[in-house]
């Protein structure tokens, strides 16, 4: 079983930053795709970034490319999202995803979830 765990979420004004940490209990690389989402109240689970553990080019969602990126520390077992330029509309849970195997996309299908972290962008 793997297990994901988020931290790094807060509140912070528009414009400002924020890292968040996705830490995995179990890290093979192979063809183990991490990814990013979020869920604002109201509204659906969207896709923000995602990428294969191994190398490739990140999947970004419109709405965040030049601001997010997402990023990896394989000797800690970690998955990264910077995000730069933060508007009230970030505002979000956001969730850790992994699949093993097969494409990784935004509109993948994703098999373990951690539990969140919350982000609020205040205007």
């Known amino acids: 079983q793997v297990q994901l765990v988020e931290s790094g979420g807060g509140s912070v004004q528009a414009g400002g930053s924020l890292k968040l940490s996705c830490v995995a209990s179990?890290?093979?690389?192979?063809?183990?795709?991490m990814a990013w989402f979020r869920q604002a109240p109201g509204k659906e689970r969207e896709g923000v970034a995602a990428f294969y553990l191994g190398g490739g080019t990140p999947s970004y969602a419109d709405s965040v490319k030049g601001r997010f990126t997402i990023s990896r520390d394989n000797a800690k077992n970690t998955v990264y999202l910077q995000m730069n330029s933060l508007k009230p509309e970030d505002t979000a849970m956001y969730y850790c995803?992994?699949?093993?195997?097969?494409?990784?996309?935004?509109?993948?299908?994703?098999?373990?979830w951690g539990q969140g972290t919350q982000v609020t962008v205040s205007s």
């Open positions: 179990r890290y093979p690389y192979g063809s183990v795709c």
């Open positions: 995803a992994r699949r093993e195997n097969g494409p990784c996309g935004l509109g993948s299908q994703f098999g373990y």
